[in-house]
Protein backbone atom coordinates (compact mmCIF):
# COMPACT_ATOMS: atom_id res chain seq x y z
CA UNK A 1 0.00 0.00 0.00
CA UNK A 2 0.89 3.38 0.18
CA UNK A 3 3.41 4.17 2.56
CA UNK A 4 5.01 7.55 3.78
CA UNK A 5 8.17 7.47 5.40
CA UNK A 6 8.95 10.04 7.96
CA UNK A 7 12.31 10.97 9.35
CA UNK A 8 14.19 11.68 11.84
CA UNK A 9 11.48 9.55 14.10
CA UNK A 10 12.69 12.07 16.86
CA UNK A 11 15.13 14.71 17.22
CA UNK A 12 16.43 16.82 20.35
CA UNK A 13 18.10 20.21 19.09
CA UNK A 14 19.19 23.51 20.49
CA UNK A 15 17.12 26.32 21.21
CA UNK A 16 18.15 28.88 18.24
CA UNK A 17 18.73 26.11 15.88
CA UNK A 18 17.00 24.94 12.87
CA UNK A 19 15.49 21.44 12.37
CA UNK A 20 14.41 19.67 9.47
CA UNK A 21 11.94 16.83 8.89
CA UNK A 22 11.66 14.99 5.67
CA UNK A 23 8.01 12.68 4.58
CA UNK A 24 8.81 10.63 1.61
CA UNK A 25 6.12 8.95 -0.39
CA UNK A 26 6.97 5.21 -1.42
CA UNK A 27 5.65 3.33 -4.36
CA UNK A 28 3.37 6.41 -5.35
CA UNK A 29 3.61 10.09 -5.77
CA UNK A 30 2.30 12.52 -3.61
CA UNK A 31 1.37 15.82 -5.18
CA UNK A 32 0.16 17.30 -1.75
CA UNK A 33 1.32 17.16 1.23
CA UNK A 34 -0.22 18.11 4.69
CA UNK A 35 1.63 19.20 7.52
CA UNK A 36 0.04 18.37 11.23
CA UNK A 37 1.48 19.21 14.40
CA UNK A 38 0.19 17.68 17.75
CA UNK A 39 0.75 18.91 21.14
CA UNK A 40 0.36 16.21 23.69
CA UNK A 41 -3.08 14.88 24.63
CA UNK A 42 -3.98 17.24 21.80
CA UNK A 43 -6.06 16.81 18.47
CA UNK A 44 -3.80 16.94 14.97
CA UNK A 45 -3.96 20.95 13.95
CA UNK A 46 -3.30 21.35 10.53
CA UNK A 47 -0.15 23.97 9.91
CA UNK A 48 0.08 23.98 5.87
CA UNK A 49 -0.38 22.46 2.36
CA UNK A 50 2.32 21.72 0.35
CA UNK A 51 1.94 20.97 -3.35
CA UNK A 52 5.07 20.34 -5.75
CA UNK A 53 6.28 23.03 -7.40
CA UNK A 54 4.21 25.72 -5.88
CA UNK A 55 4.70 27.70 -2.47
CA UNK A 56 2.62 26.07 0.71
CA UNK A 57 -0.18 27.08 1.50
CA UNK A 58 -0.34 27.51 5.81
CA UNK A 59 -3.00 27.92 8.23
CA UNK A 60 -3.91 31.04 9.81
CA UNK A 61 -1.59 31.63 13.14
CA UNK A 62 0.95 29.56 11.37
CA UNK A 63 4.10 31.50 10.52
CA UNK A 64 5.28 30.81 7.01
CA UNK A 65 8.83 32.46 8.06
CA UNK A 66 9.23 30.03 10.84
CA UNK A 67 7.43 26.53 9.46
CA UNK A 68 9.56 26.40 5.67
CA UNK A 69 8.08 24.14 3.79
CA UNK A 70 9.60 22.82 0.36
CA UNK A 71 8.04 19.94 -1.94
CA UNK A 72 10.56 20.04 -4.85
CA UNK A 73 9.47 16.49 -6.25
CA UNK A 74 6.31 14.35 -6.31
CA UNK A 75 7.89 11.97 -3.56
CA UNK A 76 9.46 14.31 -1.18
CA UNK A 77 8.20 17.50 1.04
CA UNK A 78 10.42 18.56 4.21
CA UNK A 79 9.20 21.10 7.04
CA UNK A 80 12.37 22.96 8.73
CA UNK A 81 11.65 24.66 12.05
CA UNK A 82 13.81 27.59 12.20
CA UNK A 83 15.10 29.36 14.74
CA UNK A 84 13.58 26.31 16.91
CA UNK A 85 12.38 27.45 20.80
CA UNK A 86 10.89 24.98 23.69
CA UNK A 87 7.53 26.14 22.77
CA UNK A 88 7.98 24.60 19.19
CA UNK A 89 8.50 20.90 21.06
CA UNK A 90 5.99 18.92 19.73
CA UNK A 91 4.81 16.07 17.40
CA UNK A 92 5.04 17.09 13.49
CA UNK A 93 2.97 14.19 11.40
CA UNK A 94 2.62 14.10 7.42
CA UNK A 95 -0.04 12.84 5.61
CA UNK A 96 -0.48 12.52 1.63
CA UNK A 97 -3.85 11.51 -0.04
CA UNK A 98 -3.75 8.35 -1.75
CA UNK A 99 -6.33 6.65 -4.24
CA UNK A 100 -5.29 8.90 -7.47
CA UNK A 101 -5.26 12.80 -5.59
CA UNK A 102 -7.57 14.09 -3.13
CA UNK A 103 -10.07 12.05 -3.93
CA UNK A 104 -10.45 10.41 -0.14
CA UNK A 105 -7.86 8.24 1.55
CA UNK A 106 -4.90 9.47 3.50
CA UNK A 107 -1.66 8.01 4.48
CA UNK A 108 0.42 9.38 7.10
CA UNK A 109 3.96 9.57 7.91
CA UNK A 110 5.14 7.88 11.42
CA UNK A 111 5.56 11.37 13.13
CA UNK A 112 8.52 13.33 14.21
CA UNK A 113 9.07 13.93 17.80
CA UNK A 114 10.98 17.50 18.33
CA UNK A 115 12.16 18.41 21.53
CA UNK A 116 14.00 22.04 21.89
CA UNK A 117 15.69 22.45 24.81
CA UNK B 1 -13.68 26.30 7.36
CA UNK B 2 -14.98 22.42 8.94
CA UNK B 3 -15.49 22.48 12.67
CA UNK B 4 -15.21 18.94 14.10
CA UNK B 5 -16.83 18.48 17.57
CA UNK B 6 -16.08 15.43 19.80
CA UNK B 7 -17.59 13.90 22.40
CA UNK B 8 -16.67 12.60 25.19
CA UNK B 9 -13.20 13.25 25.71
CA UNK B 10 -12.32 10.03 28.08
CA UNK B 11 -14.25 6.80 27.91
CA UNK B 12 -13.57 3.98 30.18
CA UNK B 13 -15.18 0.69 29.53
CA UNK B 14 -15.61 -2.63 31.33
CA UNK B 15 -13.65 -5.31 28.77
CA UNK B 16 -16.79 -6.67 26.63
CA UNK B 17 -18.65 -3.69 27.21
CA UNK B 18 -19.53 -1.72 23.93
CA UNK B 19 -18.19 2.00 23.55
CA UNK B 20 -19.41 4.75 21.16
CA UNK B 21 -17.86 8.29 20.37
CA UNK B 22 -19.93 11.05 19.11
CA UNK B 23 -18.63 13.52 16.57
CA UNK B 24 -20.86 16.61 14.42
CA UNK B 25 -19.11 18.57 11.69
CA UNK B 26 -20.64 22.08 10.30
CA UNK B 27 -20.12 21.93 6.15
CA UNK B 28 -23.03 20.62 4.92
CA UNK B 29 -19.87 19.81 1.98
CA UNK B 30 -18.21 17.61 4.04
CA UNK B 31 -18.64 13.92 2.04
CA UNK B 32 -15.92 11.93 3.82
CA UNK B 33 -15.58 10.80 7.39
CA UNK B 34 -13.13 8.56 9.05
CA UNK B 35 -11.85 7.05 12.18
CA UNK B 36 -8.11 7.01 13.17
CA UNK B 37 -7.02 4.76 16.60
CA UNK B 38 -3.76 6.90 17.38
CA UNK B 39 -1.50 4.37 20.24
CA UNK B 40 0.94 6.91 22.27
CA UNK B 41 3.87 8.42 20.38
CA UNK B 42 2.60 6.41 16.63
CA UNK B 43 0.76 7.65 13.66
CA UNK B 44 -2.79 7.41 13.08
CA UNK B 45 -4.37 4.15 12.32
CA UNK B 46 -7.55 4.54 9.49
CA UNK B 47 -10.11 1.65 11.71
CA UNK B 48 -12.98 2.46 9.32
CA UNK B 49 -14.25 4.69 7.12
CA UNK B 50 -17.62 5.98 5.63
CA UNK B 51 -19.00 8.14 2.87
CA UNK B 52 -21.49 10.89 2.48
CA UNK B 53 -23.82 8.56 0.14
CA UNK B 54 -23.63 5.76 2.87
CA UNK B 55 -25.60 5.66 6.30
CA UNK B 56 -24.50 2.43 8.17
CA UNK B 57 -21.01 0.88 7.23
CA UNK B 58 -19.94 -2.38 9.76
CA UNK B 59 -16.18 -3.96 9.84
CA UNK B 60 -16.30 -7.14 12.31
CA UNK B 61 -17.10 -5.03 15.91
CA UNK B 62 -16.23 -2.05 14.53
CA UNK B 63 -19.57 0.04 13.07
CA UNK B 64 -19.66 3.80 11.94
CA UNK B 65 -22.98 5.64 11.37
CA UNK B 66 -23.76 9.09 9.89
CA UNK B 67 -26.68 11.47 9.90
CA UNK B 68 -26.28 14.05 6.77
CA UNK B 69 -29.09 16.09 8.37
CA UNK B 70 -28.12 16.13 11.75
CA UNK B 71 -24.46 16.15 10.57
CA UNK B 72 -23.68 13.74 13.03
CA UNK B 73 -21.70 10.95 12.96
CA UNK B 74 -20.94 8.13 15.26
CA UNK B 75 -18.48 4.89 16.15
CA UNK B 76 -19.52 1.74 17.54
CA UNK B 77 -17.03 -0.32 18.75
CA UNK B 78 -18.98 -3.85 20.33
CA UNK B 79 -17.28 -6.67 22.29
CA UNK B 80 -14.69 -4.15 23.82
CA UNK B 81 -10.68 -5.88 24.34
CA UNK B 82 -8.18 -4.35 26.52
CA UNK B 83 -5.69 -3.76 23.22
CA UNK B 84 -8.77 -1.36 22.18
CA UNK B 85 -7.36 1.18 24.31
CA UNK B 86 -6.05 4.31 22.42
CA UNK B 87 -7.28 7.49 21.21
CA UNK B 88 -10.07 7.30 18.85
CA UNK B 89 -10.15 10.83 16.23
CA UNK B 90 -13.06 11.22 13.81
CA UNK B 91 -12.87 13.55 10.72
CA UNK B 92 -14.29 15.17 8.34
CA UNK B 93 -12.85 16.20 4.51
CA UNK B 94 -14.10 18.93 3.07
CA UNK B 95 -15.06 20.34 -0.85
CA UNK B 96 -11.64 22.53 0.52
CA UNK B 97 -9.18 19.47 0.38
CA UNK B 98 -8.95 19.48 4.07
CA UNK B 99 -9.13 16.83 6.90
CA UNK B 100 -10.38 18.29 9.80
CA UNK B 101 -10.03 15.91 13.22
CA UNK B 102 -12.36 16.05 16.40
CA UNK B 103 -10.31 16.66 20.06
CA UNK B 104 -9.80 13.08 20.32
CA UNK B 105 -11.40 10.46 22.66
CA UNK B 106 -8.98 8.52 25.22
CA UNK B 107 -10.66 5.35 25.38
CA UNK B 108 -9.76 3.11 28.12
CA UNK B 109 -10.91 -1.05 28.61
CA UNK B 110 -10.78 -2.46 31.82
CA UNK B 111 -9.81 -6.12 32.30
Known amino acids: GAVVSQHPSWVICKSGTSVKIECRSL??????MFWYRQFPKQSLMLMAT?????????EQGVEKDKFLINHASLTLSTLTVTSAHPEDSSFYIC?????????????FGSGTRLTVV | GENVEQHPSTLSVQEGDSAVIKCTYS??????FPWYKQELGKRPQLIID?????GEKKDQRIAVTLNKTAKHFSLHITETQPEDSAVYFC??????????FGAGTTVTVRA
Open chain 2, 91 to 100: AAFSNDYKLS
Open chain 2, 50 to 54: IRSNV
Open chain 2, 27 to 32: DSASNY
Open chain 1, 95 to 107: SAPISGGLNYGYT
Open chain 1, 27 to 32: DFQATT
Open chain 1, 50 to 58: SNEGSKATY
